[in-house]
């Protein structure tokens, strides 16, 4: 998978996702049956997803579930990096190779200069993917999940069934909740793989990066 793909993916998926739920709230008040709705052409919908998705992006929701498990992520890969380096490094150089994602860039630089790595990259993207779809798919759900209820005490038509509809959508969130959790600890799997591969390969590479690194920014 490439990171392009991705991240239109990580665009439609939300969009595909809300709209879907619209349209079945949207049925449930016309008595519709959700099949009913004519999907044969394919460019409405399509055009709706990208929008809801494109709105959904710039509300910055999904960084509400994912920061904390990104943060964890990064911090693994940093300390991992840091540990292959078998020189001297004083608390001042470890803390700017610290900053700024400096190891990350030394991480991924190794990466995309190995085709070896470049090939475990696909899974990384691929799973991130689903990190990042499951997080988006807990707050959307949850998100529906409100509004519905909310609907079925002050609503006029079909509040017995959009009140089914709202525990089906929050039992939903938090099975996605539960699946991003295991996406996250997947994701740091997965990094630690490339680690291992990166040790062996390229510790050399890690001693040389860092020490010029610091030679470059005179840090001591």
Do not use: C
């Not at 696909?122 to 519905?148: E, K, M, P, R």
């Not at 038509?157 to 996250?184: D, M, Q, W």
């Amino acid at each position: 998978m490439e990171q392009s793909t991705l991240k239109n993916l990580r665009l439609l998926v939300p969009g595909i996702i809300i709209y879907i739920i619209t349209q079945l709230f949207y049925s449930t008040l016309q008595k519709k049956e959700f099949s009913d709705f004519n999907m044969s052409d394919i460019g409405i919908p399509l055009i709706s997803a990208v929008v809801l998705g494109a709105i959904y992006q710039i509300s910055g929701l999904r960084y509400l579930v994912t920061n904390f498990s990104h943060k964890q992520i990064d911090i693994n890969i940093k300390k991992k990096i840091i540990n292959l380096y078998n020189g001297h490094l004083s608390n001042n150089q470890r803390q700017f190779l610290f900053d700024k994602n400096r190891l990350k860039q030394i991480f991924y630089k190794i990466i995309d200069n190995d085709t070896s790595l470049s090939i475990k990259k696909g899974n990384v993207f691929f799973n991130g993917l689903l990190w990042t779809s499951f997080a988006d798919i807990f707050i959307i759900l949850f998100l529906s999940a409100i509004i519905f209820f909310i609907y079925s005490i002050f609503g006029s038509y079909e509040k017995l069934e959009i009140r089914n509809y709202s525990i089906y959508l929050l039992v939903g969130s938090f099975l996605s909740l539960t699946a991003h959790i295991l996406t996250s600890f997947n994701q740091i799997k997965l990094s630690n793989d490339q680690i291992e591969f990166i040790e062996t390969h390229h510790i050399n590479t890690i001693k040389t990066t860092i020490e010029q690194s610091l030679r470059e920014n005179n840090v001591n």
